[in-house]
């Protein structure tokens, strides 16, 4: 039986006070109801520190957004995995489309030349969860998920196996079982556009199935897939019920502590309590 992960990206909000206030609220609503059913938030990285003193004797975890593949170094603005462990972090955000310069709702100023300013691509998502799977003490997300004009060219299917395939390239056995995966399609992140279930499902399973293809049966039941896009408290009952997802990767929602908390408390596991 897989357990249930629901996860906070914050994403860009949040100054310490405004990160201290959210906890504040969201242990009141959470500690102790949380039985069952992983939880994490994922601040920015300024502030870690302060998320990570507010969850002291808390059941919900902290994660960092993005790490970088080395440990340390002349890497001018970047975040090593021991940082984020140091920093509190028992969790990390792999490849969301955003890094990844794949928005939901495109920036009119986002320019090609300035695109490649959120570098995020296949090969260095790999690296990535290289680096984490390497450094310990760290679960990684790792985000997969397609955009609107790949959806509408009917190549949704292939760019999750692509991205699934590129993220485990060269991945030891060992290490894919506890390995959680989020799809995230690009067209319904940030625009109140949520996959239909169904579908969302169908999509989970395929992230599932190509894990099978890689490394087996009991790899693929094991691995455990998050839906993401606009995961609010009204749909998460119908998204969280369906057998191939797992959890959810909550951004808007996340930022405000009693839809976050309901979305918790829709978990499979949850609804018997
Ligand atoms: P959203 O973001 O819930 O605001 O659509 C989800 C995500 O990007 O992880």
Not at 14 to 24: F, M, Q, S
Not at 175 to 185: C, D, G, K, T
């Amino acid at each position: 039986m897989r357990k249930t992960i629901i996860a906070g990206n914050w994403k860009m909000n949040g100054l310490r006070a405004d990160a201290a206030a959210l906890i504040t609220d969201l242990r009141a609503k959470l500690d102790g109801n949380t039985d069952g059913v992983e939880v994490l938030v994922c601040p920015p990285f300024t502030a870690l520190a302060t998320a990570e003193e507010r969850l002291k004797g808390s059941a919900i975890g902290l994660g960092g957004q993005n790490t970088f593949w080395k440990e340390k170094g002349a890497y001018t603005g970047q975040i090593s995995p021991s940082m984020l462990k140091d920093a509190g972090c028992t969790y990390v955000i792999l490849g969301h489309s955003e890094p990844r310069g794949r928005f939901g709702v495109p920036e009119p100023d986002f320019t090609p030349e300035i695109l490649a300013h959120f570098g995020d691509c296949d090969a260095t998502v790999n690296r990535k969860l290289k680096a984490v799977l390497a450094a310990g003490g760290l679960q990684p997300i790792i985000c997969v998920g397609e955009t609107l004009s790949e959806r509408q060219a009917g190549n949704t299917d292939s760019v999750i196996q692509t991205q699934t395939r590129a993220a485990l390239d060269g991945i030891a056995p060992e290490s894919v079982p506890a390995l959680v995966f989020a799809y995230e399609p690009v067209w319904a992140i940030g625009t109140g556009e949520v996959c239909e279930a169904g579908e969302a499902d169908r999509v989970c399973g395929v992230v599932r199935s190509t894990v099978g293809e890689l490394y087996g049966e009991s790899a693929a039941d094991a691995v455990r897939v998050q839906y993401g896009g606009s995961v609010k408290a009204d749909n998460a009952l119908d998204l969280l019920s369906r057998p191939n997802i797992d959890g959810a990767l909550v951004g808007g929602a996340s930022l405000k502590a009693g839809d976050f908390a309901a979305i918790v408390a829709a978990a499979p596991e949850r609804q018997s309590v």
